[in-house]
């Protein structure tokens, strides 16, 4: 059974944590100090390395590994940039940190900045919430007039600029190159890789582009140790992970879990979720974020071998596609049988369709195909073949695009299809039945 150890929101209640008085007073910035005055750049690599911590965006790649592939070419500059865009539908966990706890990411910044050799570096934030670009603008100039930022910090002659971008107002800046794109001034379209953005990326620099989360747990590990952040987690799968809840559940919101917990635990357990809503049955999940697939009730308690599923990289995936999911940027959306699978795969490739920048074929015709195939099923026009044509569209999608948003609305429209195919078929038998106000397919897999 996981513990309670928060160590991203343990603070986050401590009313005017916002500020660096408060913040500082609760022992802030000392990962700032520790990093500067008493390590090399090397030896914070290194501890991060040694914590196995992989990073929170969504793809799970462990970033000590990332900061280790930074090139360092004589004479050019580096670049940290800080992806705060979270557009994904049900992600909202590093809007949850940056608003509340904002000092936690500058501390961050500043640590992994001197860490990579950076003297500039960005937090690029979703266009849409200028309330959290002033609070962060706030809290780096208290921090810069505490002599954290600027020139020559804490008297170390080290230098860093911090600069806050408001986003494009698309989800494809979320994309590390996409938003690369956007923060040079152009539309953000992702670019062709390699060259990966270590080699050359923001302004053709080498340029590590890491998740808020990611960068806001390094103070942790800086002053805790890397192996101690190791202890925490299961397996490949180390320390902790903030979800964000939504969907039919008791209590909602943004949780700081220790990775390995049960997912029973955490629907469950009046510590997490609480339960599903009063007279309500799960029928899904969708555990990372609307890209990854959903599963039904039962493969989302156990695995298809019976073992209870974990909230863990690993376990969350393991059956591959065929009886698992990926735990993603955690956004965690529980839907009991009130809601209509169709409807909802119809919803989330309009979005996709609606986001795609269009630069490859695929996933700018496939898009709307699928979203065009999927509205005929839910509204009561779908024929049984177009079952087989939503699969094949995904799959001509999946693994031929410039960037995963292909794979992102591919995903959602293969699983509910594999998992809740017999809800497909019934809306195209039954279209009347299926097409009146709140009608819903009692499904097998509900979990009773
Ligand atoms: C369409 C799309 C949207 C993305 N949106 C975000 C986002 O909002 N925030 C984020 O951190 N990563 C996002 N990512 C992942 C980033 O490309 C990148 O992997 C991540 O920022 C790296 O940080 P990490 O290693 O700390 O996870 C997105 C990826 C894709 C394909
Ligand atoms: S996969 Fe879609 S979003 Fe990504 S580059 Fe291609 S068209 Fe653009």
């Not at 956004?331 to 009130?338: K, L, N, R």
């Amino acid at each position: 059974m996981a513990s309670d150890i928060k160590i991203l929101t343990d603070k986050i209640n401590i009313p005017g944590i916002e500020t660096f008085e408060v913040y500082r007073k609760n022992g802030g910035y000392a990962a700032v100090e520790k990093a500067i005055k008493k390590m090399s750049p090397d030896e914070i690599v290194e501890e991060v390395k040694k914590s196995g911590i992989r990073g929170r965006g969504g793809a799970g790649f462990p970033m000590g590994m990332k900061w280790s592939f930074l090139a360092k070419p004589e004479g050019i500059p580096r670049y940290l940039v800080c992806n705060g865009d979270e557009s994904e539908p049900g992600t909202f966990k590093d809007h949850y940190l940056m608003k509340n706890i904002p000092h936690l990411l500058i501390e961050g910044m500043i640590v992994s900045s001197f860490a990579l050799g950076a003297n500039k570096s960005f937090i690029y934030v979703r266009g849409e919430l200028m309330y959290v670009i002033r609070i962060l603008e706030k809290a780096i100039e208290e921090a810069k007039n505490a002599g954290f930022l600027g020139k020559n910090i804490l008297g170390s002659g080290y230098d860093l600029e911090l600069v806050v971008q408001p986003g494009g107002g698309a989800y494809i800046c979320g994309e590390e190159t996409a938003l690369l794109e956007s923060l040079e001034g152009k539309r953000g379209n992702p670019r062709n890789k390699p060259p990966f953005p270590a080699i050359k990326g923001l302004y053709q620099s080498p340029t590590v582009v890491n998740n808020v989360e990611s960068i806001a747990t390094t103070s942790w590990i800086i002053n805790h140790g890397g192996d101690e952040y190791a202890k925490l987690g299961i397996g490949r799968s180390t320390g902790t992970k903030l979800i964000s809840a939504s969907g039919h559940v008791k209590k909602p919101g943004v949780y700081e879990i220790e990775l390995g917990l049960p997912v029973e635990e955490f629907i469950y357990s009046d510590q997490y979720l609480g339960g599903i809503r009063e007279g309500h049955q799960l029928k899904a999940v969708v555990a990372g974020g609307s890209s990854v697939p959903i599963l039904p009730a039962n493969l989302i308690m156990k695995t298809a071998n019976g073992e209870p599923r974990l909230m863990s990289y690993e376990s969350l995936s393991d059956g591959g596609f065929a009886t698992g999911t990926m735990l993603g940027s955690g956004g965690f959306i529980a839907m009991d049988e009130t809601t209509c699978i169709v409807r909802n795969t119809w919803n989330f490739s309009r979005f996709y369709h609606h986001e795609s920048c269009g630069q490859c074929s695929p996933c700018r015709e496939g898009t709307g195909w699928m979203e065009k195939v999927l509205h005929k099923i839910e509204h009561g026009h779908g024929k049984m073949s177009d079952i087989d044509l939503l699969v094949d569209v995904a799959k001509r999608i999946e693994g031929n695009t410039i960037c995963p948003l292909g794979d992102a609305a591919a995903w959602p429209v293969g699983s509910a299809i594999r998992h809740f195919r017999d809800e497909f078929e019934w809306h195209i038998t039954h279209p009347h039945e299926a097409t009146q106000k709140g009608a819903v397919f009692m499904n097998k897999s509900i979990l009773v």
